[in-house]
């Protein structure tokens, strides 16, 4: 069973850079045919998705956070990361870790419990 | 980039009662569409992958359909733990990329 588990900082300053890694257990990232990606939902709001990594280490991230996104992925570890720039109150969110299958990417079949993220100084 | 629609953002339902919510997208997405419940303080849980595919283990009263650019998800009967907040997920090819409907909440009436 596929299980993955965020974690990180709860509560990170403005201006500074939220930094939070998935870890999988159950499964090898490495053997590929995932993708690999972030999640956001602002409190009481709706589903966000931040971006992806494949194992080679590909990326692709929502247009809208782009600038500010860094997604690096650690085989050996099993792990992979999310980098949140610049982060504003806007920021404050639960993210989640999440995989859809490359043969079949219409939906995400496993998510993270989630973690919830406060930008406040 | 594509645009999903989702709709009514909220219902009031009885126990019983068949509900079907609905997703649009601005352009076609073949059946590259997911929909899932989520309860509060909880991930997402997926009920429907490739538009009209159940997963497994989510009771047989849940069903999905579409393609293109209209999708539905119905409840045959609902039941007291149907009671959540519904979301279409929908999957663009390329660059790979996903867009969350704006959600529908069921609530009691």
């Known amino acids: 069973q596929v299980q993955l588990q965020e974690s990180g900082p709860g509560l990170v300053k403005p201006s500074q850079t939220l930094s939070l890694t998935c870890t999988v257990s159950g499964g090898s990232i490495s053997s590929g045919g995932y993708y690999w990606s972030w999640i956001r939902q602002h409190p009481g709001k709706g589903l966000e998705w931040i971006g992806y990594i494949y194992y080679s280490g590909s990326t692709y991230y929502n247009p809208s956070l782009k600038s500010r996104v860094t997604i690096s992925v650690d085989t050996s570890k099993n792990q992979f990361s999310l980098k949140l720039s610049s982060v504003t109150a806007a920021d404050t969110a639960v993210y989640y870790c999440?995989?859809?299958?490359?043969?079949?990417?219409?939906?995400?079949?496993?998510w993270g419990q989630g973690t919830l993220v406060t930008v406040s100084s | 980039d594509i645009q999903m629609t989702q709709s009514p953002s909220s219902l009031s339902a009885s126990v019983g009662d068949r509900v079907t919510i609905t997703c649009r997208a601005s352009q076609g997405i073949r059946n590259d569409l997911g929909w899932y419940q989520q309860k509060p303080g909880k991930a997402p849980k997926r009920l429907i992958y490739?538009?009209?595919s159940l997963q497994s283990g989510v009771p047989s009263r849940f069903s999905g359909s579409g393609s293109g650019t209209e999708f539905t998800l119905t409840i045959s009967s609902l039941q007291p733990e149907d009671f959540a907040t519904y979301y279409c997920?929908?999957?663009?090819?390329?660059?790979?990329?996903?867009?969350f409907g704006q959600g529908t909440k069921v609530e009691i009436k």
């Open positions: 999440a995989r859809a299958v490359v043969a079949d990417p219409s939906s995400f079949d496993y």
């Open positions: 997920l929908q999957h663009n090819s390329y660059p790979p990329t996903w867009t």
């Open positions: 490739a538009a009209s």
